[in-house]
């Protein structure tokens, strides 16, 4: 995952597949006036963001609890997904921002073996109460790719 992570910053900021991804994520018409394939890159990235969620949610199920169950997840996308805001869409931001949120839920953890007073739904909250709290310090101050989640029409 370490390795993913440098690999990622490296091939997403010094390489020419990175630059042509940041371009149709960030103005697309800009992209492709240059003659990048919009669509092309697009797909590609899907591709490989959903191999590597694959991995991801292999390991999850295979590795960490190993089993499968309904609603095993509990939330945690959301906190995924705050972790991609918080770290301003870099994959080292994305990492120390997990980093964050991980030790908020270890806490909760620790804390409900330590048999403290508190009923354990209120300890279960802790992860999320850190997630909405960092980012309701984040709003307004994180850069969204400008072209993110609207589909591109080539003219």
Request: charged content about 10%; aromatic content about 12%.
């Given at each position: 995952?370490?390795?993913?992570?440098?690999?990622?910053?490296?091939?997403?900021?010094?390489?020419?597949?990175?630059?042509?991804?940041?371009?149709?994520g960030?103005?697309?018409?800009?992209?492709?006036t240059?003659?990048?394939?919009?669509?092309?890159?697009?797909?590609?990235?899907t591709?490989?963001?959903?191999?590597?969620?694959?991995?991801?949610?292999?390991?999850?199920?295979?590795?960490?609890?190993?089993?499968?169950?309904?609603?095993?997840?509990?939330?945690?996308?959301?906190?995924?997904?705050?972790?991609?805001?918080?770290?301003?869409?870099?994959?080292?931001g994305a990492?120390?921002?997990?980093?964050?949120?991980?030790?908020?839920?270890?806490?909760?953890?620790?804390?409900?073996?330590?048999?403290?007073?508190?009923?354990?739904e209120?300890?279960?909250?802790?992860?999320?109460?850190?997630?909405?709290?960092?980012?309701?310090?984040?709003?307004?101050?994180?850069?969204?790719?400008?072209?993110?989640?609207?589909?591109?029409?080539?003219?």
């Open positions: 995952m370490m390795l993913l992570v440098v690999c990622m910053q490296i091939m997403l900021f010094f390489t020419p597949w990175g630059l042509r991804t940041r371009a149709v960030e103005h697309p018409r800009a992209a492709d240059v003659g990048i394939n919009v669509f092309l890159m697009r797909y590609i990235n591709i490989i963001g959903g191999m590597i969620a694959g991995i991801g949610g292999a390991y999850f199920t295979i590795g960490s609890v190993g089993r499968f169950d309904q609603n095993m997840t509990n939330g945690k996308g959301f906190i995924g997904l705050a972790a991609m805001i918080f770290g301003n869409y870099t994959p080292v990492f120390s921002s997990s980093v964050i949120f991980g030790f908020a839920d270890s806490l909760q953890i620790k804390m409900q073996i330590l048999n403290l007073p508190i009923p354990s209120f300890l279960a909250m802790i992860p999320y109460i850190v997630t909405i709290i960092v980012l309701a310090g984040v709003v307004g101050r994180a850069s969204v790719p400008a072209a993110d989640g609207q589909p591109y029409e080539k003219q």
